[in-house]
């Protein structure tokens, strides 16, 4: 029969697409159920409160189905092309009046027109559900083109990968381990290699890497770290994977297109007698055999160069011999269940030579890294710049998407460069001087100075010079840190930093849960936040910096507005913390929005305390800020009957300030009514934040009606107050 000499046929697009529709059809119906009833869901949830903050959602938390075609597409791509696995069904498709290559395109495009056909359903049915419960959900509109991009090109590399595996090897199970092999085991080597490094070497900063060829802009690859936490410094999350930076998009893109060209070739070579079998020759049996053994070798290595490198191997030596013999077991395993011929075992016992000086090398490659790395020492004239990832001298790192002011600055750090002349000698001199540390006395001599001794503080830095960029965790004196610090706060754009926090996302500025301020609108929170702009812009920058670092000295402590912005394509929530003695004017404007949005149910407490109406009630009244001789008292009585004949909240009502805004810093109280017929047209409950006069705590009643402590009896911090105060709050 001739053959036809088209490259694509519309004809075999069409087949193939049909042949897939089961499985793409029960994907759509997932993908759809999924945009609809989580919104819905959502809204009915919210509906039932009438004081409620709306839910801000990215395209990829608000329809996590559509991740289903992930693995819609391996799944299609195996069914379409079975035929590599089948002699009969092999000879039956070559034989067809088309060229290979035709086939394999036109296949493959109809398993990838399936994968859009999938993300535009389920993108659109997404922004209409949202559409119509925009009341309570805000949806991030510029998440959703981000979302169904790294989808596709994860699913590209998939299929793609999958393709190569049916190329090579000529059976199910073959073919999915290969694909596994081909799509996860270069990165997680590397990942291995790297986080074995980080671990025993103390000083490297993280295992992330840098440039174009960074873990992270694999993305099919970062989805499995993130799922499986396979890495807890290297920078991933589930915003970096479905909202990534281009060079992810271009590098997973261009690797899939990779696989697909070589997948090609390696189809239009193919002979048909490989279909069944393992491997198409016996060479490429003892590759295969090799690289299996080789995924479990490659972790046996790296913990032995951190068992070395530490110290810890004269101890713990007798492990290894152990995972050799079970590495040396799955060798003869894969042997015996691919080829099922006992008599193969001996023909393979060679390979073993080959798997040891694979693990010999990779061991002795490890330790001349080690060597490399420690003579990275620029000196101080050879460094350009340095920039710190750390400015409080923790060494911590927040890696969540939720960041309050301290990690906001930190993030912000990372790409201001220092070129204070005193910071960078700093820099260059005990980033030396810890490495010679180590040089010297090795792992326990380094933890020994470092670690157990409280006069260091500790920064991740990143250096940069002329040829190299060096990330390292560097130990420097509690001493010389103001010099550290001077240097940050002389820099324009550290200073900015601080004072001009980015820019929300719109619809996305909240006020975090509390009694009261659920009373307060998203346009109300981005009104403040403006005022709040304007005062950090005028704030004394010493009282701004020792505020947000370490909260405030004097107890005030107001609200917090969290909102999201994005940076490099990644979004975050901010914690903005407003205190009264860092921005009044934001604090006095809160409260009088407070007031403002409490008022009819104010008025609606005053009817019922005189009324018999059966209304639930909890109390938490609290002593004024650290001025006051009340600071630390607190409060609690809750009862259930009518309000008139509730002692504990008439004599409250005797203090309650109704008048007026709250005041920062004076005493107030919570309070919680519920009633099952119902409180307002609304709902059935009324939250309220109301001032009361410091006497409240000498009226010798309220130790009889209410359960009264003194925290700072106790010695309690601010911090675990205010923790305590948000468990009885939310109770």
Request: hydrophobic content about 45%; proline content about 3%; charged content about 15%.
């Amino acid at each position: 029969m001739k053959q036809k000499k088209t490259h694509f046929s519309l004809r075999l697009l069409w087949e193939g697409f049909q042949q897939c529709k089961m499985i793409g059809i029960f994907s759509a119906v997932i993908v759809v159920l999924g945009a609809v009833l989580e919104p819905v869901a959502q809204a009915i949830s919210l509906s039932s409160s009438p004081h409620y903050t709306k839910v801000v959602y990215e395209a990829w938390a608000i329809n996590v189905t559509l991740l289903v075609v992930l693995l819609a597409a391996p799944l299609m791509t195996l069914m379409l092309f079975h035929f590599l696995d089948n002699r009969a069904a092999s000879d039956l498709y070559h034989a067809l009046p088309h060229k290979r290559i035709t086939l394999y395109l036109s296949y493959a495009g109809a398993v990838l027109l399936w994968v859009v056909l999938l993300l535009v359903l389920g993108t659109l049915t997404s922004v209409i559900a949202c559409g119509f419960t925009h009341k309570y959900i805000t949806l991030l509109m510029d998440s959703l083109l981000p979302f169904a991009a790294s989808l596709f090109c994860m699913s590209f590399l998939m299929v793609a990968g999958v393709l190569v595996s049916m190329s090579i090897t000529g059976t199910v199970f073959t073919n999915l381990l290969f694909a596994g092999i081909l799509l996860f085991l270069p990165r997680l080597c590397v990942l291995a290699l790297q986080s074995s490094m980080v671990n025993a070497l103390p000083f490297l900063s993280d295992s992330a890497g840098t440039g174009f060829f960074r873990n992270a802009n694999n993305l099919l690859f970062s989805g499995v770290n993130v799922v499986f936490s396979m890495s807890e410094n290297d920078g991933t999350s589930i915003e970096t994977v479905f909202s990534p930076s281009w060079q992810a998009y271009l590098y997973t893109f261009l690797l899939g297109l990779l696989y697909f060209a070589i997948a090609a070739f390696l189809f239009h070579r193919r002979r048909s007698e490989a279909a069944g079998q393992s491997a198409p020759s016996r060479l490429l049996q003892h590759i295969y055999r090799i690289v299996v053994t080789m995924v479990i070798c490659i972790f046996i290595v790296c913990v032995m160069f951190s068992e070395m490198t530490t110290g810890m191997m004269r101890d713990e030596w007798f492990a290894f011999p152990v995972l050799y013999l079970v590495a040396a077991l799955v060798y003869f395993a894969y042997e015996l269940i691919t080829t099922k011929k006992w008599k193969n075992l001996l023909t393979a016992l060679p390979g073993l030579g080959i798997v040891a000086l694979l693990n010999v090398g990779i061991l002795l490659g490890m330790h001349a890294v080690e060597k490399h790395i420690v003579a990275q020492r620029p000196a101080m004239q050879e460094i350009e710049s340095v920039s710190f990832c750390s400015t409080d001298g923790t060494g911590y790192i927040s890696g969540s998407s939720y960041l309050n002011y301290r990690d906001y600055i930190n993030l912000m750090s990372r790409d201001i460069a220092i070129t204070d002349p005193t910071a960078v000698t700093l820099v260059s001199y005990y980033l030396d001087e810890n490495l010679k540390t180590w040089e010297e006395g090795g792992s326990d001599a380094y933890q020994s100075k470092y670690y157990t001794e409280s006069d260091y503080s500790s920064y991740h830095v990143i250096v940069r010079t002329k040829d190299q960029t060096l990330r390292r965790l560097i130990y420097v004196p509690v001493s010389e840190t103001e010099k550290l610090l001077n240097a940050l706060q002389t820099n324009a754009d550290y200073v900015d930093a601080w004072r001009n926090p980015p820019q929300e996302l719109k619809g996305t500025a909240a006020f975090r849960d509390q009694v009261g301020s659920c009373y307060l609108s998203t346009e109300q929170a981005e009104e403040l936040l403006q005022t709040y702009r304007e005062e950090l812009q005028s704030a004394d920058f010493e009282t701004l910096y020792q505020t947000m670092q370490n909260g405030s000295t004097d107890d005030t402590w107001v609200s917090d507005i969290d909102y999201t912005f994005r940076k490099n394509g990644r979004s975050y929530t901010l914690d903005c913390m407003i205190y009264q003695n860092l921005t009044p004017e934001t604090t006095k404007k809160f409260y009088e929005m407070l007031y403002a949005a409490q008022k009819d149910d104010l008025a609606m407490l005053s009817e019922l305390t005189k009324s018999d109406k059966n209304v639930s009630v909890n109390m938490n009244a609290y002593g004024g800020s650290s001025d006051s001789a009340y600071s630390g008292h607190y409060a609690y009585a809750s009862d259930c009957q009518p309000l008139n004949q509730s002692e504990s909240l008439q004599l409250l009502m005797q203090y309650a300030i109704l008048d007026r805004p709250m005041q920062a810093g004076e005493s107030y109280v919570e309070l919680y009514l519920w009633s099952e017929d119902g409180l307002t047209d609304q709902g059935n409950a009324i939250d309220l934040q109301i001032p009361i006069k410091d006497s409240f705590f000498d009226d010798p009643q309220t130790e009889e009606l209410f359960s009264v402590e003194n925290y700072n009896e106790y010695d309690i911090s601010d911090a675990e107050l205010g923790d305590y105060d948000a468990v009885e709050a939310v109770g």
